[in-house]
């Protein structure tokens, strides 16, 4: 199962983005999360991801504000699951917060663990890496075509919502890489899905 764990960077002096993030995550119909997204520490947030698109889309909304440090885990998870994340337990729930505890060190401010270590899950941290090398590279201009696009526009019809050539916004989705993105989404959501497959055992409750 698929565990993502985010502390917020620089909490002591800047305001609390837990409650809106959570909402936001929450309230969003296009996440499928096994456990709801909450609050487990005064600036950290924990959910349960249903699949590795679904981990995989969390980790880039996250990443993207900067404002927060992520770690993915991967492993088993004591089953049958609690009514709140922040009963749970399980390897990776420990791998998840191994890998945010590392990617506070990380410029990209993000890390994943997999209990136990695989080299898919490895491979997996690699290539998103350098995803998020190209969002953070991105201009306000990239992502504001990015977004318009996310909402189902055509780049014809963006093009003419922000007021530019068609021209313009394949010169400015080229700047943005917006194309090599969505090509590797599918991919990474399929390397995330695989590296929680190498433990498929669920987690032995001890009697």
Not at 19 to 30: F, H, M, Y
Not at 161 to 170: E, K, M, N, V, Y
Request: aromatic residues 2%; glycine residues 6%.
């Amino acid at each position: 199962m698929i565990v993502i764990t985010a502390d917020q960077v620089d909490s002591r002096s800047t305001p609390d983005a837990a409650g809106g993030t959570l909402e936001q995550l929450n309230s969003d119909p296009s996440l499928r999360l096994l456990l709801a997204a909450d609050r487990t520490a005064g600036d950290e947030i924990q959910m349960l991801a249903a699949s590795g698109s679904d981990a995989l889309a969390v980790i880039l909304r996250l990443t993207r504000s900067r404002r927060w440090s992520v770690g993915c885990g991967i492993g088993s998870v004591r089953e049958p699951l609690p009514a709140s994340v922040r009963e749970s337990s399980g390897d990776a729930f420990v791998a998840a917060r191994a890998a945010v505890d590392r990617s506070k060190k990380r410029p990209t401010r993000f890390a994943l663990e997999s209990a136990p270590d695989t080299t898919p899950g490895r491979d997996t941290e690699a290539i998103l890496d350098l995803l998020l090398v190209i969002r953070d590279r991105r201009s306000d201009e990239g992502w504001e075509l990015y977004d318009l696009l996310q909402a189902g526009l055509t780049q014809a019809d963006a093009a003419a919502r922000l007021g530019i050539t068609p021209q313009a916004a394949s010169k400015r989705a080229r700047a943005a890489e917006l194309r090599a993105e969505e090509a590797v989404r599918a991919p990474l959501a399929r390397l995330i899905d695989a590296a929680g497959r190498i433990d498929s055992h669920p987690y032995e409750v001890q009697s």
